[in-house]
């Protein structure tokens, strides 16, 4: 930044310049004063630009660090939510299976309750059918002697 030292050089000239005697006042080159000035007036736009150009950016920057921190926390609340879904899936799937795993063992015995209870009634039956062919066999027997 060439207007500090442009500035320092005032000061230095300031510094260095002879003093009046008894009034604390300096005596300067004006020519040399005024060149100076003129230098600074000419270069301060330069300098105003580029210190406005700077803020910009900076401030750019920060708008786009800004967006990008926003992405990246809506991404983990996004994946937060889909773990969140992912273990309420998986937990309904082991709800499911355990009712499924029930209903069947539910199932199976009832089936083997129906079969005992079918196979039952058929030897039931068949000891109905032998206690008849008996009592016929024992009688006919009877009458044989």
Request: overall charge negative.
């Given at each position: 930044?060439?207007?500090?030292?442009?500035?320092?050089?005032?000061?230095?000239?300031?510094?260095?310049s002879k003093t009046v005697?008894?009034?604390?006042?300096?005596?300067?080159?004006?020519?040399?004063?005024?060149?100076?000035?003129?230098?600074?007036?000419?270069?301060?736009?330069?300098?105003?630009?580029?210190?406005?150009?700077?803020?910009?950016?900076?401030?750019r920057i920060l708008v786009?660090?800004?967006?990008?921190?926003?992405?990246?926390?809506?991404?983990?609340?996004?994946?937060?939510?889909?773990?969140?879904?992912?273990?309420?899936?998986?937990?309904?799937?082991?709800?499911?299976?355990?009712?499924?795993?029930?209903?069947?063992?539910?199932?199976?015995?009832?089936?083997?309750?129906?079969?005992?209870?079918?196979?039952?009634?058929?030897?039931?039956?068949?000891?109905?059918?032998?206690?008849?062919?008996?009592?016929?066999?024992?009688?006919?027997?009877?009458?044989?002697?």
């Open positions: 930044m060439e207007i500090f030292t442009l500035l320092e050089e005032l000061e230095d000239i300031l510094e260095n005697p008894f009034s604390g006042k300096s005596v300067v080159d004006k020519e040399e004063i005024l060149e100076i000035i003129k230098e600074i007036r000419l270069k301060l736009p330069d300098e105003l630009k580029q210190a406005k150009w700077i803020k910009e950016e900076r401030q786009e660090a800004q967006k990008e921190a926003d992405d990246i926390v809506k991404e983990a609340e996004n994946r937060i939510i889909s773990m969140i879904n992912e273990n309420e899936i998986t937990k309904k799937a082991y709800e499911k299976k355990a009712e499924i795993i029930e209903t069947a063992n539910e199932m199976s015995r009832e089936i083997s309750k129906g079969t005992k209870d079918y196979a039952d009634n058929i030897l039931q039956g068949l000891e109905v059918a032998l206690e008849d062919a008996l009592k016929i066999i024992q009688n006919n027997r009877k009458e044989l002697k």
